[in-house]
């Protein structure tokens, strides 16, 4: 059984920063991609960022230059900083990962965690 589960989201004023981490645990073979996504009220899901096993990244332009991803492949754990927060960041920060099992170590599938809110208010 694979999960993987968010921490450190939370309450910030506006121009504050908050670091999200999201860890995979259980009967993992490798983990490949990890991503963050977030869903704000009455708004689709949007990619937020994305980081290969090799550490390559991509944003979405409305978080360039403010948030940053990475991971640790030994902790099988991403992160998400996120400085300057504005108005318009606010939403449950999910995270994923495409990952293999012990079972099926030549078979990847997406996994997805809960979720944590975050709130950006004076």
């Known amino acids: 059984q694979v999960q993987l589960v968010e921490s450190g989201g939370g309450l910030v004023e506006p121009g504050g920063s908050l670091i999200l981490s999201c860890a995979a645990s259980g009967s993992i073979f490798r983990v490949y991609g990890m991503g963050w996504y977030r869903q704000a009220p009455g708004k689709q899901r949007e990619l937020v960022a994305n980081?290969?096993?090799?550490?390559?990244?991509n944003y979405a332009n409305s978080v360039k230059g403010r948030f940053t991803i990475s991971r640790d492949n030994a902790k099988n754990t991403a992160y998400l900083r996120m400085n300057s927060l504005k108005p318009e960041d606010p939403a449950v920060y999910s995270c994923?990962?495409?990952?293999?099992?012990?079972?099926?170590?030549?078979?990847?599938?997406?996994?997805w965690g809960q979720g944590t809110q975050v709130t950006v208010s004076s």
């Open positions: 994923n990962a495409e990952l293999s099992n012990h079972a099926r170590p030549l078979v990847p599938a997406t996994y």
């Open positions: 980081i290969t096993r090799g550490g390559n990244t």
